[in-house]
């Protein structure tokens, strides 16, 4: 595999914080039972880094640099998403099985629809704001969640071997409910992703 952190290094360097847009599990204990409990031996194999439960996240949108806007642009853009998405209804999201990746192991969710419109209304409400300050991350959105990011070590976690012990795993989709979307302000340290909560917003 290849090490995920060092693959974002030139767009999102380690410790900068970017400000981010999530979905986020309303309940880590559950999260954590459901969505990585049959699969512990797997995403700590050597080379790998498994995503604790707090931190697991769906990602909406990478918007930008947070010290790249003022605190007033913050406020305007979490006031112009409450807007847009007020009365939208919780998000409700299947997580497939995971697969193995290059860069790490991550599960697919489904049906896309609902939470590529949270990733419009986000993006939408950025460019209000800052115009064409930045760059639109994702450029094609597809839900999905990472419960283990390749590492330094990348090169010690074989493929092959990880789908074969992946295939033995009897455990199956994961159907999850979000009623609030959130703003972080978060930042790597090439072993882990993690963040600091600026805002939430209620989708019901």
Same mark, same amino acid.
Not at 27 to 32: D, F, I, K, W
């Given at each position: 595999m290849k090490d995920f952190f060092e693959s974002v290094e030139t767009r999102w360097p380690a410790g900068r914080r970017d400000l981010h847009w999530h979905l986020l599990p309303p309940?880590?204990?559950?999260?954590?039972d459901d969505l990585l409990g049959p699969y512990g031996d797997l995403i700590r194999t050597p080379g790998l880094e498994m995503v604790l439960p707090k931190w697991l996240h769906v990602t909406v949108l990478h918007a930008g640099p947070h010290d790249e806007a003022s605190? #007033?642009? $913050? /406020?305007?853009?979490?006031?112009?998403?409450? #807007?847009? $998405? /007020?009365?939208?209804?919780?998000?409700?999201?299947?997580?497939?099985?995971?697969?193995?990746?290059?860069?790490?192991?991550?599960?697919a969710a489904r049906p896309g629809a609902a939470a590529r419109a949270l990733w419009d209304a986000t993006w939408a409400a950025t460019t209000q704001v800052v115009g064409e300050r930045w760059q639109l991350m994702p450029q094609i959105y597809n839900p999905h969640l990472t419960i283990a990011y390749a590492g330094r070590d990348a090169a010690r976690a074989d493929g092959a071997s990880m789908k074969s012990e992946l295939s033995d795993i009897d455990a199956g989709d994961v159907t999850m409910t979000f009623p609030t979307l959130t703003l972080v302000s978060q930042w790597h340290t090439h072993q882990r992703i993690i963040w600091e909560p600026l805002a939430t917003v209620p989708l019901a």
């Open positions: 309940s880590t204990e559950s999260a954590a605190a #007033e642009e $913050v /406020a305007q853009m979490t006031d112009h998403v409450r #807007e847009a $998405v /007020a009365g939208t209804g919780p998000v409700e999201l299947v997580f497939s099985r995971p697969s193995i990746g290059t860069v790490g192991i991550g599960r």
